[in-house]
């Protein structure tokens, strides 16, 4: 048999059968009230334990902070169903025992039950004190209280990068080009001299150089602005709802 106090220690934690299976939680675990020795453990099953169902400690074991019983997973769902705030019969108790294969004669002697079952404040039931015989009529009762706070982590990383884009520039740039003209002059008295200077008959050719403008391009790089990386700090309100 466990000692009282480890049983104790593990209310709150998983019950499980003889083969390792899980079967609830341990709601509480029930002292005999002459030997004040652990006698039965009250199991909370279901997904948000709404069923109860009362087994027997003895065979019990612990195992890495799990309470294990003698019993299968299926005769403990089975078993009969009592309400766990009211004291226990001893037609209730019988009906356990039997169902649980136990002889109910045998566990009226000092190692089991008293003639006269369980009493609230033997057995852990509704106002009852499972916590030994050596404390006093008054509990201490505590509540949480939040602290809030804040902490520091890296949120990310921000990194400065320059790349190249090429862009098509389309610009209209006016060109000048020379074009030939004759320009035809009559002979008048003011040039007839310079008409009649030469021979007078004769074959003559003249030249001349035509200019024109070319679109030349050229490119250089020129600074533009200078960017570099800042942080700011931001305050902002969040909400914490924590139980």
């Known amino acids: 048999m466990i000692d009282k106090q480890t049983l104790l220690s593990l209310r709150g934690q998983e019950l499980t059968d003889r083969n390792g299976d899980k079967i609830g939680k341990v709601a509480e675990v ?3 009230q002459e030997t004040d020795k652990p006698e ?3 199991v909370k099953r279901g997904m948000f334990g ?3 169902t009362f087994v027997p400690l003895a065979g019990a074991t612990e195992e890495a902070g799990q309470l294990r019983v003698d019993f299968d997973k299926d005769q403990v769902k089975d078993a009969p169903g009592f309400d766990a705030d009211r004291e226990l019969s001893q037609d209730d108790e019988a009906q356990l025992y039997s169902h649980y294969g136990i002889d109910y004669g045998e566990q009226r002697s000092d190692s089991g039950l008293p003639e006269g079952g369980m009493s609230d404040s033997s057995r852990g039931g509704m106002g009852g004190d499972v916590s030994g015989s050596e404390t006093d009529d008054a509990m201490t009762r505590s509540e949480e ?8 982590r890296e949120a990310g990383r921000a990194r400065l990068r320059k790349h190249v884009v090429t862009e098509q520039v389309q ?3 006016p060109v000048q080009r020379e074009e030939v003209r004759i320009e035809r002059e009559p002979i008048t008295d003011a040039n007839v001299d310079q008409a009649g200077d030469g021979p007078a008959i004769s074959e003559e050719e003249h030249e001349v150089t035509l200019m024109q403008e070319e679109v030349v391009t050229e490119k250089r790089a020129v600074p533009k602005e200078r960017v570099r990386l800042s942080k700011d700090t931001v305050t902002e309100d969040v909400e914490v709802s924590e139980e």
Do not use: N, P
């Open 40 to 42: 039965w453990a009250l």
């Open 171 to 173: 610009q209209t740039v």
């Open 145 to 152: 209280e939040l602290r809030v706070g804040s902490t520091q």
């Open 50 to 52: 709404s069923g109860s």
């Open 30 to 32: 029930y002292l005999d």
